[in-house]
T-cell receptor, first 113, second 124 residues
Framework: NAGVTQTPKFQVLKTGQSMTLQCAQD?????MYWYRQDPGMGLRLIYY???????DKGEVPNGYNVSRLNKREFSLRLESAAPSQTSVYFC????????????FGPGTRLTVL | GENVEQHPSTLSVQEGDSAVIKCTYS??????FPWYKQELGKRPQLIID?????GEKKDQRIAVTLNKTAKHFSLHITETQPEDSAVYFC???????????????????????FGKGTTLSVSS
């Protein structure tokens, strides 16, 4: 099992450009999450999907959109990137809901110039 | 909304000493409290978690205690080793402010709120 995979590993964008971060899991988990991690800020939830077909906003959703493509895949889109979105982005999944262990992907380091 | 405070932000100990990291939370409905370890450049990984109906949980050199009345929980690492050096994050489930009105008490409308992390350095 690969667990949770993310692409790309690194990305540099110019202000105003758009891109989609991809996430996939092969653990048959129902719930998936997107976090961003900034120095000294811990992990902050952007969006999550409790189950296939549903998505909900997290703590910091502004400037992002998500798509739960199927049970395996959960993508995060930046429509018009801003320097404030420079961060490390982690995708995670869990069996069902937040009271189960979340398994994290390796992360995507995004720089917006 | 929910706030999770974590202290200290940095902690330096000698190999073999104990290390304690403390977290407080504000949402009385929080019912799950995981701890994650993140090594430099790596992904966070769960090391131990505790649910609200339990006061203490141990796993070898690691233990977590929960005081629901005082709304705080702590991570205890005994006999620390250099490989324990990492950033540790606590977290608590919490209702998202914008969704308090729209969701029943279930998994939707809640989130894991993380503390800002503690950098633990174990010197040999």
């Amino acid at each position: 099992n690969a667990g949770v995979t993310q692409t790309p590993k690194f990305q540099v964008l110019k202000t105003g450009q758009s891109m989609t971060l991809q996430c996939a899991q092969d653990m048959n988990h129902n719930s998936m999450y997107w976090y961003r991690q900034d120095p000294g800020m811990g992990l902050r939830l952007i969006y999550y999907s409790a189950s296939e077909g549903t998505t909900d906003k997290g703590e910091v959703p502004n400037g992002y959109n998500v798509s739960r493509l199927n049970k395996r895949e959960f993508s995060l889109r930046l429509e018009s990137a801003a320097p404030s979105q420079t961060s490390v982005y982690f995708c995670a999944s869990s069996e069902a809901g937040l009271v189960n262990e979340q398994f994290f992907g390796p992360g995507t380091r995004l720089t917006v110039l | 909304g929910e706030n999770v405070e974590q202290h200290p932000s940095t902690l330096s100990v000698q190999e073999g000493d104990s290390a304690v990291i403390k977290c407080t939370y504000s949402d009385s409905a929080s019912n799950y409290f995981p701890w994650y370890k993140q090594e430099l450049g790596k992904r966070p990984q769960l090391i131990i978690d505790i649910r609200s109906n339990v006061g203490e949980k141990k796993d070898q050199r690691i233990a977590v205690t929960l005081n629901k009345t005082a709304k705080h929980f702590s991570l205890h690492i005994t006999e620390t080793q250099p490989e324990d050096s990492a950033v540790y994050f606590c977290a608590a489930t919490a209702r998202l402010q914008a969704q308090l009105w729209s969701r029943a008490i279930n998994q939707a409308g809640t989130a894991l709120i993380f503390g800002k992390g503690t950098t633990l350095s174990v010197s040999s």
